[in-house]
């Protein structure tokens, strides 16, 4: 069953490097980002997941750089570094936005399907209200996390079990009818990746599908590179990629990582 792919565990955000505006060089960005204040700590929510622990050993690795660890509640404590743009937030969404809200930053719109995409797209995708789901469709929040995203079919009956597609169904009618919401047709993944990339180049990748194969095929990377220069972004963000059955690729913008704003 399909996935949302906008980072349904925990999820990462970071004001590493300033966004370059319309019109700006990355040789400006870079100049940006330099007279930037250094990041010298991570912040990391007192939680167990795959990124905060991934962060953790690469933060240990680093010369220089302390490890900090907090809960949501005790945000506030931090509330200085934060705002001094010194320290790197790691945690779910709920803690990524109590560190925003800290820092003074605001949560940018997220499109996970920017047009440079749509030829990675392998089906198609629209905005629309809840009560234009009619069929079998997947149906995710334009609005970051309201849930998760799901497989919806209006001619069948619940599946009878699923405590996911309950809890997601739950959150799905408690939207407003004038709440926008993405529309597609299902796909079926064997296995979904998510590759960081920063000034147009991957750092690092993860396999995040909890349920496939251990085998599964993995996206090709000339694939990968050629949807991050079809982008053309400079800023951090993450790119979810994922096999088809049919063997095809597909891709999404997962994040795009929080910018300082001056």
């Known amino acids: 069953m399909e996935r949302c792919s906008s980072a349904c565990r925990s999820c990462m955000f970071a004001h590493l490097v300033p966004a370059s505006q319309p019109g700006t060089t990355r040789a400006a ?49 931090h509330r200085q570094l934060l705002s001094e743009g010194r320290c790197l937030p790691v945690g779910s969404v709920e803690f990524m936005r109590s560190a925003m ?26 905005k629309g209200y809840p009560a234009d789901i009619k069929g079998r469709l997947f149906v995710k929040p334009v609005q970051l996390k309201r849930f998760d995203g799901f ?14 597609w309950c809890e997601q169904h739950a959150a799905f009618q408690a939207l407003g009818p004038t709440e926008r919401v993405w529309i597609s047709e299902p796909v079926q993944f064997i296995s979904e990746w998510r590759y960081y990339v920063q000034a147009g180049e991957f750092l690092g990748q993860g396999r995040y599908d909890p349920d496939g194969a251990e085998n599964a095929l993995q996206p090709d990377l000339q694939a990968v590179r050629a949807a991050i220069a079809a982008l053309g972004k400079f800023e951090p963000y993450a790119l979810d990629m994922g096999v088809l059955a049919d063997g095809q690729f597909l891709a999404a913008l997962a994040l795009l990582l929080l910018r300082a704003i001056a």
């Open 101 to 126: 809200a800290l820092a003074g930053l605001e949560e940018p719109e997220v499109n996970p399907y920017p047009t440079e995409l749509h030829p990675w797209l392998r089906r198609q995708v629209r």
């Open 29 to 77: 960005s870079r100049t940006v980002a330099a007279n930037s204040p250094a990041i010298d700590a991570v912040l990391l929510q007192n939680l167990q997941s795959l990124e905060v622990r991934a962060v953790s050993t690469a933060a240990m690795l680093s010369d220089g750089m302390r490890t900090l660890r907090s809960s949501i509640e005790k945000l506030e404590d």
């Open 151 to 164: 497989v919806l079919d209006t001619t069948s009956p619940p599946p009878v079990g699923d405590e996911h």
